[in-house]
């Protein structure tokens, strides 16, 4: 994309009233836009991240068998009714022109048990995966972090409906490694924390958990234990339910760490709480009608996006990981001023970026003929794309491009032809 | 996919309450649920097509240089006030904990436009072009109609900025050209008709039309003047606003004919009403602040399949267009009882499944072991995919399997290294 025709620009003022960081960094770079307290527009940029995300997300979902769906935003009175949750204080109400009670969905229980209810009858229609990415809404009085903490925030849920709990203990450990692939897909690690239900269930609960020093919650962890995939090995805990007494950890007996952190993943094993209250029976084997066993699974996108921000940025912008970067490649033609020197500069940066595209590397390609050298760098680092790939009358004396990468201080030259091959 | 695996069922009998064609058709093949009236579910066949069609779409708004973006649903009332459209019938309106007054997007102007003021300063901005692909909401009394009447609907909508009444006109025929694209690699033969600009615009607007024996509106029109790309050589109408006494086609004196028809687009000329009342202004060329000049661009996705189903079925079930069909095969193992040829038809089948993927092709595979031939056949038929395939102890004495298309009655046997480039 030429940056030229990106109708966003960049600003070097922080919104005054946005105290987060990543609120700041993503409004700066021009990725989102606030309409409101925790209601936010994706621009351009955001968007592609969004989608990244989402695309990432999905595979793993799609892996581990999830069939995706689209249910409704707006849910009718009688399905909360029902499992008495239609008082919950963060859940948005309204009514429509004839009186009929309606509410927004901040999560869909009620919606999913009642459909998948429809569709299986016998222990042989089950299990079933389904998910869904969509937007949800949140009567939230706190909306002060930016999309950690959203109104409206697009999310990803997941609902699993077995036969027996150890059908459900073993899609959920399935569930716990997809969710492990997407973070470090992301570039994040998460760590594995233990709580309890909360509103969902008497259960118990998952929490994917990322460090990082401006976050809400505390999590007391071991070290020794932070190995991806390895969750079970070690021990984390959330501050609320951790005995203040234990300073070693319990399986490995090194010394556990207390660290700020930002949650990024929420999962539950639900039991028959919405399948009994919803009706949502199957026959077992033995000829009896059983509600089904369900867990639940939370991804939040927009959250993710604003965790990724958090811990991955510096004093002068963003740092988005490889996988999730709005383009590959952050193209900047540099001009000395001499016109017919500058008119062969710009000829090689427009090749550099057609070959690449061809070659299916995305690109933006700040060709603003007014910015100043200075205002494409300090542009380019604000942004975040990994690589900056630099072209300017020095660089081609050497039929080069200057290398530099968003998370390094090293410049580098790089020969013309190598450039689609960089392996940064 | 494995048919055995989908969460869904097909059923014979059509809801009781849905008289519409397409939702009596989505519903009895799984393609879609409803949870109340204008509002649905969709379920993994269903997903399928909306993305199939979202694609489609996608392409060819980005064909026109659009960007894609996502504004939120709820919206706070100060936007509606200023342009006075907070008191609109349709729109649905909620408060949060604290009495604060939002709505739910049923349209985006009034979100879009201070957006794009914030960005666009001066003439060299403009023009731009947004869109967003979104759930729309609308407090619709008469939602009897299926996917084609929505009260929750998804919609693309296409936003555009310009210096000059020129520079619009320009793009607002592009944008023609580019939803006949759509209709076409949709499968439908769109008639565009001038229309009113009805609550959004006292400048003018168009609609695009398929006819359907089921469709609410009447078109008037010239049949040499269905050609595509070629809307302004002839002469089509909404009959409101249709001189009754003309009977003769204005440009070819040809006879008019008068059908029913669905609405598929909309789109619309609005001037400056916005860009005035929400101060959006540009610097022009001669110093002086100009309000934009804008154009708005609809298209309803649920609604588009809901239309595609209402033209293309027949008593059996749906006909789903090449392009957006939820997979390109149906694939049908038949057995014949007999276990050791039975287990053969299975191999082969499930080589044939395997195959087909590996090539890129997508394949609905019945592997339902305990539905008869018959079932299965009319499951085909109700899906409505284009191709089905089917493999027998029959079809393999020959090396062949069986093909039929969906929309036609002849049944050939097609050798099985032909399947993958068979061209339907």
Not at 25 to 52: E, N
Not at 66 to 81: A, F, V
Not at 227 to 254: M, R, T, W, Y
Not at 410 to 423: M, P, S
Request: glycine letters at 6%.
């Amino acid at each position: 994309m030429k940056q030229s025709q990106l109708f966003t620009k960049t600003t070097r003022e922080a919104p005054k009233e946005e105290k987060s960081v990543n609120a700041q960094l993503l409004i700066k770079a021009g990725f989102i836009d606030k309409l409101m307290a925790g209601v936010y527009s994706f621009l351009p940029l955001g968007f592609r991240v969004l989608k990244k995300i989402e695309s990432i997300i999905r595979e793993e979902m799609n892996n581990i068998s999830g069939q995706e769906i689209l249910l409704p935003t707006l849910h009718p009175k009688k399905n909360w009714e029902v499992t008495h949750r239609w008082g919950y204080k963060e859940m948005f109400k309204l009514k429509n022109r004839l009186g009929k009670d309606f509410s927004l969905g901040w999560t869909h229980e009620e919606i999913i048990t009642p459909l998948v209810k429809s569709f299986v009858k016998s222990y042989k229609d089950l299990p079933v995966y389904i998910y869904q990415i969509q937007d949800k809404f949140r009567d939230e009085l706190r909306a002060k972090s930016g999309l950690l903490r959203g109104v409206e925030f697009l999310m990803k849920d997941l609902y699993s409906f077995h036969r027996d709990e150890k059908d459900l203990d073993e899609y959920y450990e399935k569930v716990k490694k997809a969710y492990l692939n997407v973070f470090e897909r992301c570039g994040l690690k998460a760590i594995i924390t233990e709580a309890s239900g909360g509103d969902f269930s008497k259960d118990f609960s998952h929490e994917f958990q990322v460090l990082a020093k401006t976050g809400e919650d505390t999590i007391i962890f071991c070290p020794n234990g932070l190995a991806l995939n390895q969750p079970k090995g070690h021990f984390s805990q959330n501050e609320e339910v951790f005995d203040k007494k234990i300073k070693k950890c319990p399986v490995c007996s090194g010394n556990l760490q207390k660290e700020k952190s930002i949650e990024v993943g929420n999962i539950f094993t639900l039991g028959t709480k919405y399948s009994k209250a919803l009706d949502a029976l199957f026959t077992a084997k033995n000829g009896k009608k059983e509600p089904a066993i369900m867990g639940c699974y939370g991804l939040g996108i927009s959250r993710l996006m604003g965790a990724i921000v958090e811990v991955s940025n510096d004093k002068k912008g963003i740092i988005w990981p490889k996988n999730i970067s709005p383009f590959d490649y952050h193209l900047l033609p540099i001009l000395s001023g001499n016109k017919e020197l500058d008119k062969t500069v710009l000829e090689k940066a427009e090749k550099i970026y057609t070959d690449l595209q061809n070659k299916g590397i995305t690109v933006l390609y700040d060709d603003r003929s007014q910015k100043s050298a200075g205002e494409k760098f300090a542009d380019a680092d604000l942004i975040g794309i990994p690589v900056r790939l630099v072209v300017s009358q020095k660089t081609m004396e050497n039929n080069c491009v200057e290398v530099k990468e968003r998370n390094k201080d090293k410049v580098e030259l790089l020969g013309l032809e190598k450039i689609a091959d960089y392996n940064f």
